[in-house]
């Protein structure tokens, strides 16, 4: 499992993990924010890969610091 920092190239990071069917784990995203975790318009990316893909499993965390990205299928 590749396993990255922070929230920069987020989508990238995402969709190379899709392609190469490689699980991605992002961590410290915006933790040092006031608003920290994903934006509600980076979870809603990550439910339209739950849907265009078959069996990909998506797990945040409670504070929304980080993210488990398994791929499935395209």
């Given at each position: 499992m590749r396993v990255v920092?922070?929230?920069?190239?987020?989508?990238?990071?995402?969709?190379?993990?899709?392609?190469?069917?490689?699980?991605?784990?992002?961590?410290?995203?915006?933790?040092?924010?006031?608003?920290?975790?994903?934006?509600?318009?980076?979870?809603?990316?990550?439910?339209?890969?739950?849907?265009?893909?078959?069996?990909?499993?998506?797990?945040?965390?409670?504070?929304?610091?980080?993210?488990?990205?398994?791929?499935?299928?395209?």
């Amino acid at each position: 499992m590749r396993v990255v920092r922070g929230i920069q190239n987020f989508r990238l990071h995402l969709l190379a993990s899709l392609l190469t069917n490689k699980p991605v784990f992002i961590k410290d995203i915006r933790c040092d924010n006031v608003d920290p975790g994903v934006k509600e318009h980076e979870i809603k990316f990550l439910e339209l890969l739950t849907l265009l893909t078959q069996g990909t499993i998506v797990e945040i965390s409670d504070s929304g610091t980080e993210v488990k990205f398994t791929p499935g299928v395209i």
